[in-house]
């Protein structure tokens, strides 16, 4: 059973550039998360998608940007990169089978560097 | 607003030396509490959910506990390859999916 995957692993931009990060999720589930993990810090929600459509957003803002696709993958966008942007991107699909029942699983995460 | 502090910051232990770290939490409705263990360079990965206080799982030297304050994950007879960062994470009722982090234990255990 394939776990969440990413794509790529690495990535360097620079300042002002524009960044797509892809995620398919796990095998059967529908929701799909993005964090932000700084360097020493615990990761930070950006936003979640379910049925195509962004249910829940964090203090980012909006040149941080995604979609989810009908198969469930998704896609991250970062525009006008800064200096602070660099971070690794952390995905994470879930699947609620019930209220006691609940697991989310993160991929390997895309490392972003922005010179 | 819901906050989740770990303690200590790093821990160095001999292997063979049982410790535990502490994870304490301020949410407005718990739905879940999550450890997840963070290796360099990679993503979490997932070893636990608790629900409610007084509630204990177990995963090989791992064992996680849950009180209405804090959670604590205990390490009996660490190994050098249980060496790792460890995540503490909440859900709070009503968040949808959302987990909050604290910033992790860094655990260092040597042979």
């Known amino acids: 059973d394939a776990g969440v995957t990413q794509s790529p692993t690495h990535l360097i931009k620079t300042r002002g550039q524009q960044v797509t990060l892809r995620c398919s999720p796990k095998s059967g589930h529908d929701t799909v998360s993005w964090y932000q993990q700084a360097l020493g810090q615990g990761p930070q929600f950006i936003f979640q998608y379910y049925e195509e459509e962004e249910r829940q957003r964090g203090n980012f803002p909006d040149r941080f940007s995604g979609h989810q696709f009908p198969n469930y993958s998704s896609e991250l966008n970062v525009n006008a990169l800064l200096l602070g942007d660099s971070a690794l991107y952390l995905c994470a699909s879930s699947l609620v089978v019930g209220p006691m029942d609940y697991e989310q699983y993160f991929g390997p995460g895309t490392r972003l560097t922005v010179t | 607003e819901d906050q989740v502090t770990q303690s200590p910051e790093a821990l160095r232990l001999q292997e063979g030396e049982s410790s535990s770290l502490n994870c304490s939490y301020t949410?407005?409705?718990?739905?879940?509490l999550f450890w997840y263990r963070q290796d360099p360079g990679k993503g979490p990965e997932f070893l636990f959910t608790?629900?409610?206080a007084g509630e204990e799982k177990e995963k090989e030297r791992l064992k996680a506990t849950l009180t209405k304050k804090e959670s604590f994950l205990h390490i009996t007879a660490p190994k050098p390859e249980d060496s790792a960062t460890y995540l503490c994470?909440?859900?709070?009722?009503?968040?949808?999916?959302?987990?909050?982090f604290g910033t992790g234990t860094l655990l260092a255990v040597q042979p």
């Open positions: 994470a909440v859900q709070a009722y009503g968040a949808t999916n959302k987990l909050i």
């Open positions: 608790l629900y409610s």
């Open positions: 949410v407005s409705g718990l739905r879940g």
